[in-house]
């Protein structure tokens, strides 16, 4: 009698945590109600429906809060043996987030982006084909270490600016440089918040991104720079500079706000990518990189750290929160369980199609829904897999996440963050890009680099 009891509240707990999970996905792809809003009201009645009525536990609700792991000595040093926190809201991947976001205010307003993107055009000589292929690669190395957000925050609006003085359409450069954004963003563990989560609740180093999704980013970067120049290089090349006034053309050094500022936001950037290349060696954690940065960032401010403050996306730190709390309603019932037995059963064991199946599925969902939550929520499944399958190794599976919610998310205009920012950058400045236009260039080198990704998996892992 007790077992179908528990049973019968297992179920309740299940189907409550899944309707819940599937409401607020529909709720984020709608856009009707801002994303943070669904996800924390959504945690909110994981906590109470799910851990608090069906299974009445308060363990639950401790274990997917998980505010005990900050005061602890793993959560800012490991010296190996201890790992970073991985269960419940992983309070390493946002407080990492908040730091990166803080210091690349403080690098905005010293006009850092600016100064780079117009040295950089005038190295070229404002010439629109050396200039298009230049931002490609920019976009994808800025976004190794910086939100891809961000990076296609200040490239559209340059881009937009230098289209109108050199006389050429933005939008093919708009649409190379977001797509580079999010493919620079895969190759490393800051570069992309999939990456982030994965990396912080696998325990995985920057230089074990570097090393691996950073290998098929850099392949896949010289293939797509060919695809673009061959899709709108010719297009580009017609819009050769013409009657040009380049005395209108303002001069690089004139982006930079503040001298001192420039240079100390600079030295904390480099500093903080040191911090994250040897964090391995040197045992600190990604929270421990975060905090330090933006504390050094917002005493470097000094009176203007308040404004710096005020600038922060607490947005997208509270999205986190709640989106972790439902993703642990699912963990906690066992549904991801038997999410990740599904799949072992569907590839017989056999890694090669499990790899297929992971990185396919990731790639297809990522572009269609936030490739966030989605990336969250399978990091419990590929563990499952990893330890139900034999000879199924956890890193494989990983990189197969990975490039596929990195990547996919790059096939539409609502995929990746960086996609909806650049189309309205675009659209602010009378350039409207449609799905049609979009998904006519993006789609096709979606499909190349995922098809990319998974031959490199197989040949180098399976």
Known sequence: MNKMKGDYETMVAQVLAAVIFVAMFLLIVTEKIERHIVTLVCGLLTMVLVFGVAMQSMSAVLETLNLRSIFTVGFWYTSGSEGESTAGINWATIIFILGM??????????????WLCMRLAKMVNYKPVPLFITFMVMSAVLAMFIDSITVILFLAAVTVELAKLLKFNPVPMILSEIFCANLGGSATMCGDPPNIIIGTSLEYSF???LTNTGVIAGISLILVVIYFYFVFGRKMASQGAQDIDFSAIPEPKDAITNKKDFIISSIIFGCAVVMLVTHAQTGLTVAFIGTVV????????GKSALDLLKKVDY??????VGLFAVVGGLEQTGILEKIAALIGDISGGNLKLMVAIII???AIAS??????????????VIKSLAVTQAG??????????????DIGGSATPIGASANVVGTSVAAKN???IGWGEYCKSAAPATIIVVTISMIIIFIRYC
Request: charged share 10%.
């Open 367 to 380: 572009a269609f829904v936030d490739n966030i939550p989605f990336a969250a929520t399978m990091i419990p």
């Open 392 to 405: 199924v190794d956890l890193e494989t599976l990983a990189w197969a996440l990975s490039m596929g919610t």
């Open 430 to 432: 009378g350039h409207i």
């Open 360 to 362: 396919w599925l990731s």
């Open 207 to 209: 230089a074990d991104f």
């Open 315 to 320: 947005k997208t730190l509270l999205f986190f």
């Open 101 to 114: 976001m803080v210091m690349v205010e403080g690098m905005a307003k010293a006009g850092f982006f600016r």
């Open 294 to 301: 933006a504390v050094i960032t917002l005493l470097a401010a």
